[in-house]
């Protein structure tokens, strides 16, 4: 199983960012799918999360500016940020729990991270 996230780069505060993540393997289902973010000599903090049920979660400074949002068709998560800050500057990893077969249990996956950048 592999997680493939992509849609990072370089954009002014205020504009937005649209990050995927593909899930790709052997994949049976996917439960939980979500991002973190890694800014500079900092720890991983969640940003976003979708359960399979379509119950979301945020962190407090994304509120209002970021959505997630998955396509279970093709097991696959997006990130829509809007209104970008300069705070929002990091690496961006994606995150799945993942059973690879019936009755296995969901193992944590992650993706190799997307750099994104807002410059003020």
């Known amino acids: 199983v592999q997680l493939q996230a992509s849609g990072g780069g370089l954009v002014q505060a205020g504009e937005s960012l649209r990050l995927s993540c593909a899930a790709s393997?052997?994949?049976?289902?996917?439960?939980?799918m979500g991002w973190y973010r890694q800014a500079p000599g900092k720890q991983r903090q969640l940003v976003a999360f979708?359960?399979?049920?379509?119950?979301?979660n945020y962190a407090d400074s994304v509120k209002g500016r970021f959505t997630i949002s998955r396509d279970n068709a093709k097991n696959t998560s997006y990130l829509q940020m809007s209104s970008l800050e300069p705070e929002d500057t990091g690496v961006y990893y994606c995150?799945?729990?993942?059973?690879?077969?019936?009755?296995?249990?969901?193992?944590?996956?992650w993706g190799r991270g997307t750099q994104v950048t807002v410059s003020s």
């Open positions: 995150y799945a729990a993942i059973s690879v077969r019936s009755g296995s249990v969901y193992g944590a996956y």
């Open positions: 393997g052997s994949i049976f289902s996917i439960n939980g």
């Open positions: 979708a359960g399979s049920a379509g119950n979301t």
